[in-house]
Every structure is written in C-alpha cells, then in structure tokens.
C-alpha cells in the first residue's frame, strides 16, 4: 500500500544533541512538507520541498535542517540550536499539479530529556 | 500575513447531538480550504475541500461551509457518534507555486455514549 512512514514513532534527545527523523513516501509525490505541533497552536510549517534537491524554509526553520536527495526521502534533523524542540512532527506530501490529496505520516514525537 | 483561528477550542457533546465547528481566517484571498481530523498521536486524515469558488461540501454525515467575504468557514456534523471524537483541523490554501496550507488551531471533540 502507498502511504507516508516516519520513524520513530518516539524519540528522546538530550540537550545538545542532533536528532534526525525519518519520512519515506512511496506515493511518488513530488512535493513534501515538515510539519511542527504544538498543544493549542495547530500545526506550523517548518520546510518544504517541490523537488529533488530543492527546499525552502516555512515559518520556523530555525533550528532546523533537511535534505532531499532522493524523491522518496525528506529527513528533518532537529540541531542543538533549537532551544525547545520537544513537540510533535508531522511529514506530509502532496502528488504533482494537484492543490489537495495531502497525505500525512503518523507523526513522530520529540522529547528532550 | 494569514492567521486562522477555530472555536471553541474544545466541545463536548451526547451522542446523536447535530454539531458546528468554527473557523475563521484573516484573510480572504485563499485558494481553498480544507477540513481535516486528527485521531489522538496520529497523523491528519482530509475529510472535506471546498475551493474558493464554491459555497459547500458534503460528505455523508459532514457538511462544510464557506463564506470568503466574511472570512469563515463550519464544519457541521450530523448525528454525532462516539467515533467522531477527534481533533478537527481547518487549513487554508493561499495559491501560488509553494501551495502552503495554514492551519488553526483545532478543536477537540470529544462526543460521549
């Protein structure tokens, strides 16, 4: 079945430490998104990639790196200069010339520790 | 810059009970908009898109409404079930090549037996 995977489902980090999450799609989807949630605030646009090899930052980029090298791949890494990362990510794409079908993954949950 | 808000933030009702969801968006030139729901520590399932031509969507027991002019869009559930509790999302879609949707803040249904 297509969908969106993120992984890990939980994720602990000590301060200072780099984390890197994990978005594979097998959707073809040329258009994929990072998403960051917080309790009572909905959800922020972190990066977003149109193709391989390109990105641009959302709202909150701080902190924050990706990577597109491949069509199937867009990992978030979390740096140590994001002060309060614990939240809940959330990876989506979205198929080519289409403004709708969103898919989300399952999310993955940061905490530091 | 586009701000959505959605209210209540959390609601609670019996089962069987006709509900409306709001939201509400600073911004009038919007693409579309979309009603999402997010199941606790999951990803967004879409439920409804309405595009910025149109005045509503239905989808079984769900009927969406936009007012562009006013800014406002509900989300109206028929016969609400205990399996209808969730988090209901609305995004807005400002058009141009990004695409980005910009979500409120969510509201916690919770519908008891």
């Known amino acids: 079945d297509g969908g969106i995977t993120q992984s890990p489902k939980y994720l602990f980090r000590k301060e200072g430490q780099n984390v890197t999450l994990s978005c594979e799609q097998n959707?073809?989807?040329?258009?994929m998104y990072w998403y960051r949630q917080d309790p009572g605030q909905g959800l922020r646009l972190i990066y977003y990639?149109?193709?391989?090899?390109?990105?641009q930052k959302g709202d909150i980029a701080e902190g924050y790196s990706v990577s597109r090298e491949k069509k199937e791949s867009f990992p978030l890494t979390v740096t140590s200069a994001q002060k309060n990362p614990t939240a809940f990510y959330l990876c989506a794409s979205r198929p080519p010339g289409q403004v709708y079908g969103y898919t989300f993954g399952s999310g993955t949950r940061l905490t530091v520790v | 810059k586009q701000e959505v808000t959605q209210i209540p933030a959390a609601l609670s009702v019996p089962e069987g009970e006709n509900l409306v969801l709001n939201c509400s968006f600073t911004?009038?030139?919007?693409?579309?908009l979309q009603w999402f729901r997010q199941d606790p520590g999951k990803g967004l399932t879409s439920l409804l898109l309405?595009?910025?031509?149109?005045r509503e969507q239905t989808s079984g027991r769900l009927n969406a409404s936009l007012d562009k002019s006013s800014g406002r869009s509900t989300l109206y559930i028929a016969a609400s079930q205990p399996g209808d509790s969730a988090t209901y999302l609305c995004a807005v879609m400002r058009g141009g090549a990004t695409n980005k949707l910009i979500f409120g803040t969510g509201t916690l249904l919770a519908v008891q037996p």
């Open positions: 309405i595009q910025s031509s149109q």
């Open positions: 911004d009038s030139a919007i693409y579309n």
């Open positions: 959707l073809n989807h040329d258009a």
């Open positions: 990639s149109q193709i391989v090899n390109d990105f």
